[in-house]
């Protein structure tokens, strides 16, 4: 059966030359970096560090400004309540964007309840959010302003610089997650004014478990796990030396490679959009039309459900995301665990077809033969799913009446 | 590929029985839930106060699909007051269970039932 991967948003696979970079991390230099005194040590304090400059090469920062971290979820943590912490003296306000991911939002919580307020900023319905809302939103008491840089969900890229531009004015820390752009799209910290940034290895052909925090020279940031002083003393813990190797290496690679991946994604994502475009009927897009992550389709259909796209899709071996890969979430302990994707209702896509979207997100391993069996098989599977809809048949019938 | 469905509910996901509608239902069923927009109307035939045929037509996920499906499968030559008796219990355990998230897409199913013997019970009091 086919094998189409299309939900690079969720994760991307491990290229094997960053498996290459890896591997010597496990069975042969299995050196702690804190214990630097004996060639082991030594051997994973420099694989390390080395990883540290590719990362911080990536995003324009320099080395020391990297923190690595379990992932984006603990970098998010670490960004939003560190940032919260260490700056409570000046004030308890924190303004976000209403498309965060849920690291983000979920991080808000504790802080919320602790008496810190949150203004959201409203996105317009492509999902962008405006600047001139950031410049409003901040008050003397605001500390933190987080934005992301691209929404995994309906792929927009938020206009990151401007907003870092007025946080900077107004002398406010910008938080951005980079995690569904960072690899893909050019971040240059400076260009962004970014203070701190998200960063996921296996968002971009590296491994899972580990991700970054940029910490801009001079922020404090308060630890969120209590222990030794790696990291600078923001992140405690035995470093994961095999994963950061692999996150360096996933780095370099990215930083040379972006700019042809972007082309061939941009290429196969056009491919897509204006085939589904021109074979489903009912269908509407989602998220900005041009300002996108490249290879990034995503679209919800009138009369179809999504989670049954999606096993429809799974059956002829096509793997796509409905809503935010966390809020399909089929393993929640009860109905609660059910929600329509905030992302969706932000752009104002009504509630009862929340559940209905779909994303493609596309890699660079994937073909025009990929894209065109995937544009064979969507129409097919939406005229299955209208014929056993009624809403779709009552469309229908008042069709037949209002021509007739 | 195993899913987070039993192979039951993807059989009857990916061949749902008695899709469809019937013209001139005894009784017709429309039930909606609110917490996902999902919606599943059931037509049901009655005869000698047996269901004697039933369809149904379902816009929803891959459980409330099957779940339709399989209650279509139960109640057909059923008493009118055995279909009533069915419950969303049986309907998931007929379908070798659903995931705890999904139980409520059964539960549409149990509406549905009632909200069409209701509806046949109106048109044909007495
Ligand atoms: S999620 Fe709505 S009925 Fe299953």
New binding site residues.
């Given amino acids: 059966m086919a094998h189409i991967f299309f939900d690079h948003i969720s994760t991307t696979p491990l290229d094997p030359r960053v498996f290459e970079e890896m591997k010597p991390y496990f069975l042969e230099w299995y050196g702690n970096p804190s214990s630097h005194i004996h060639d082991q040590g030594q051997a994973a304090l420099k694989a390390v560090d080395a990883a540290r400059t590719r990362v911080a090469g990536l995003i324009h920062a320099r080395p020391q400004e990297i923190v690595f971290t379990s992932g984006a979820t603990e970098a998010n943590n670490l960004a939003i309540k560190g940032a919260a912490e260490a700056y409570e003296k000046r004030g308890r306000h924190i303004v976000v964007s209403e498309v965060e991911h849920f690291s983000v939002m979920n991080a808000l919580l504790p802080l919320r309840n602790r008496g810190y307020e949150v203004t959201p900023l409203k996105v317009d319905s492509d999902g962008k959010a405006d600047p001139e809302d950031v410049r409003r939103a901040i008050r003397p008491d605001t500390i933190l302003v987080s934005v992301m840089h691209a929404n995994s969900e309906i792929g927009t890229i938020e206009p990151v610089a401007e907003i870092g531009r007025i946080a900077r004015e107004r002398e406010v820390l910008f938080h951005t997650d980079a995690t569904a752009s960072a690899g893909h799209i050019p971040l240059d910290v400076e260009a962004a004014g970014a203070d701190l940034v998200t960063l996921s290895a296996h968002n971009f052909y590296g491994p899972k478990g580990v991700g970054a925090l940029y910490v801009r020279e001079g922020v404090r940031l308060a630890s969120q796990i209590d222990g030794g002083f790696q990291e600078r003393g923001f992140r405690a813990g035995t470093e994961n030396v095999p994963g950061i190797a692999g996150m360096g290496a996933a780095a370099a690679i990215a930083k040379e490679e972006m700019a042809p991946w972007a082309g061939k994604l941009r290429r196969l994502g056009k491919r897509l959009w204006d085939g589904i475009g021109a074979t489903v009927s009912h269908l509407h897009f989602t998220g900005h039309p041009v300002d996108r992550l490249p290879g990034h389709v995503s679209f919800w259909v009138e009369y179809a ?1 999504g ?1 049954s796209l999606l096993l429809f899709l799974n059956v002829h071996g096509v793997m796509a995301a409905s809503g935010s890969a966390c809020s399909s979430n089929l393993r929640g302990r009860d109905e609660e665990d ?1 929600v329509a994707s905030p992302v969706l209702r932000a752009i104002g896509v009504p509630s009862d077809i929340c ?1 209905g979207s779909i994303t493609f997100s596309l890699g660079k391993g994937n073909t025009e033969e990929e894209v065109d069996s995937v544009l064979r098989v969507l129409p097919v599977i939406a005229k299955r799913l209208w014929e056993m809809s009624p809403t779709y048949l009552d469309y229908q019938k008042q069709k037949v009446q209002g021509g007739g | 590929m195993a899913g987070p469905y039993s192979a039951k509910v993807m059989d009857h996901f990916m061949n749902p029985r008695n899709v469809g509608e019937i013209e001139n239902a005894d009784g017709v069923g429309e039930v909606g ?1 609110p ?4 919606m599943m109307r059931l037509y049901v035939k009655v005869e000698e106060g047996r269901i004697s045929d039933a369809k149904f037509r379902t816009f ?5 699909i099957a779940s339709s499906s399989m209650l279509t499968e139960m109640i057909k030559g059923k008493t009118v007051d055995e279909a009533r008796a069915i419950t969303n219990r049986h309907v998931a355990d007929a379908l070798d269970g659903l995931p705890p998230v ?1 139980i ?2 059964s539960v ?1 199913a149990e509406e549905a039932v009632k909200a069409a013997l209701d509806d046949y019970a109106r048109k044909h009091p007495g």
């Fill in positions: 459900e989670e059910l559940t | 839930n917490a996902c927009g999902d929803g996920c891959g459980a409330a999904k409520h897409c549409m």
